[in-house]
């Protein structure tokens, strides 16, 4: 069965950076489109960034963009985001979603989530 | 970039009630519109997608409907297990973006 599985998470000083990781397992990784998803304490769900099936293509939400990058390593089926010049609004749960597709449409499978907290 | 708009922003209902949760983008996106639940402390789960798909497995009480700017999420009977959040999410253009969320409590 489809599996998403995020580590990295944890808690970091402002303008600090970290990598979050997630490993896929139960599909073929390197044909679908991938999505980090995050969500502050308490709040709704920000979309962040996506990487198309064969990592040619990326976007970024514009409260991430130019700190954040999103990558893939299809040879180990693993998603990842390397997080720069952190701030405490970075703070929220890291969701990394599966796309039936491309890099475009319903996200059907998400991993559990790993937290990050930026704080001094 | 295309806003979701959900309302209500919470809702109290009782089990076997008929709830309604609408959303409503701020240009068309055909049907390109996704539902998901979320309950405390677990990821999202998808619950219908293209605006009326049910995804496999799902109850089939939950069903959805719209097209355009405007869309529905209804639940037929409320069963103790659907209080959760319910989030709609367009899949139209990038960025994608989600409603707000509807938090769905027991009465």
Partial sequence: QVQLVESGGGVVQPGRSLRLSCAASGFTFSSYGMHWVRQAPGKGLDWVAVISYDGSNKYYGDSVKGRFTISRDNSKNTLYLQMNSLSDEDTAVYYCAKVNGDYVGPFDYWGQGTLVTVSS | ?107
């Fill in chain 2, 1 to 107: 970039d295309i806003q979701m708009t959900q309302s209500p922003s919470s809702l109290s209902a009782s089990v076997g009630d008929r709830v309604t949760i609408t959303c409503r983008a701020s240009q068309s996106i055909t049907t390109y519109l996704n539902w998901y639940q979320q309950k405390p402390g677990k990821a999202p789960k998808l619950l219908i997608y293209a605006a009326s798909s049910l995804r496999s497995g799902v109850p089939s009480r939950f069903s959805g409907s719209g097209s355009g700017t405007d869309f529905t999420l209804t639940i037929s009977s409320l069963q103790p297990e659907d209080f959760a959040t319910y989030y709609c999410q367009q899949s139209y253009s990038s960025p994608c973006s989600f409603g707000q969320g509807t938090k769905l409590e027991i009465k």
